[in-house]
């Protein structure tokens, strides 16, 4: 297994990553302007990162959003190790590297809030079908497809390096589940993109098919998101 190497960095990341700013349009949106907001520290201190009009229109920014007024033993309460933050995992904490323990809290989806009530989720996803899967992995089969997270830390570190491991399917079989990180991570709140390359298809319904092999990066290309409501 292939160590993961977290180094801090010292210079600015390239314009890729900070390219935080993203327009478009959630599908089937009720006709109700809505706020897009992050919650890595509860409803009570979530953060607004856009908002979205009663067609369906949003813009959406990441960059420099103010998290100072959350009280310090509220972010430790919701924050832990990075090895933990990721969708996908394998091996165990020493595979990250002298970072491994860098605080960090995962954003699985945009929230909807309506006059400061929670109104819906925003899934990320290449594929509709993408959807069952993020909602119930242990019943649902996953596909080839792309779906993007949020991530937040208070450090400025990369991640390069792949890992392989077992996942046992049943008392004669173990898969190779290959999971490939190359991330440039910034102070603050940063896309992460999970692209399933393959995916593992079980005989006999054993188990739901699960992804075996997934490249997780920073968002490449937002014109690839579909951006689909669901709401409460």
């Given at each position: 297994?292939?160590?993961?190497?977290?180094?801090?960095?010292?210079?600015?990341?390239?314009?890729?990553?900070?390219?935080?700013?993203?327009?478009?349009?959630?599908?089937?949106?009720?006709?109700?302007?809505?706020?897009?907001?992050?919650?890595?520290?509860?409803?009570?201190?979530?953060?607004?990162?856009?908002?979205?009009?009663?067609?369906?229109?949003?813009?959406?920014?990441?960059?420099?959003?103010?998290?100072?007024?959350?009280?310090?033993?509220?972010?430790?309460?919701?924050?832990?190790?990075?090895?933990?933050?990721?969708?996908?995992?394998?091996?165990?904490?020493?595979?990250?590297?002298?970072?491994?323990?860098?605080?960090?809290?995962?954003?699985?989806?945009?929230?909807?809030?309506?006059?400061?009530?929670?109104?819906?989720?925003?899934?990320?996803?290449?594929?509709?079908?993408?959807?069952?899967?993020?909602?119930?992995?242990?019943?649902?089969?996953?596909?080839?497809?792309?779906?993007?997270?949020?991530?937040?830390?208070?450090?400025?570190?990369?991640?390069?390096?792949?890992?392989?491991?077992?996942?046992?399917?049943?008392?004669?079989?173990?898969v190779d589940v290959t999971y490939a990180y190359e991330l440039a991570l910034k102070p603050g709140f940063n896309w992460v993109e999970y692209q399933i390359e393959e995916?593992?298809?079980?005989?006999?319904?054993?188990?739901?098919?699960?992804?075996?092999?997934?490249?997780?990066?920073?968002?490449?290309?937002?014109?690839?998101?579909?951006?689909?409501?669901?709401?409460?």
């Open positions: 297994m292939k160590a993961i190497v977290l180094t801090l960095l010292t210079t600015v990341i390239g314009t890729v990553a900070l390219a935080q700013g993203i327009r478009g349009e959630i599908t089937s949106h009720p006709k109700k302007a809505m706020d897009m907001v992050l919650m890595p520290f509860g409803l009570d201190h979530s953060i607004i990162a856009g908002q979205v009009d009663k067609k369906g229109v949003f813009s959406i920014e990441l960059g420099g959003k103010d998290t100072q007024k959350v009280p310090q033993d509220v972010k430790s309460m919701f924050m832990s190790e990075l090895f933990f933050n990721y969708h996908f995992r394998c091996g165990n904490g020493d595979d990250f590297g002298e970072y491994r323990d860098v605080p960090a809290a995962r954003i699985d989806y945009v929230r909807l809030l309506q006059k400061g009530q929670w109104a819906g989720t925003v899934f990320m996803v290449s594929d509709e079908n993408l959807i069952p899967w993020l909602e119930d992995e242990a019943y649902q089969p996953a596909v080839k497809g792309t779906f993007w997270e949020v991530l937040y830390l208070e450090d400025e570190l990369t991640v390069s390096a792949s890992c392989t491991s077992s996942k046992f399917v049943d008392a004669d079989t173990n995916v593992y298809q079980t005989e006999d319904d054993q188990m739901a098919a699960f992804p075996s092999k997934v490249k997780i990066t920073n968002l490449s290309d937002p014109s690839k998101i579909k951006w689909i409501g669901k709401y409460y």
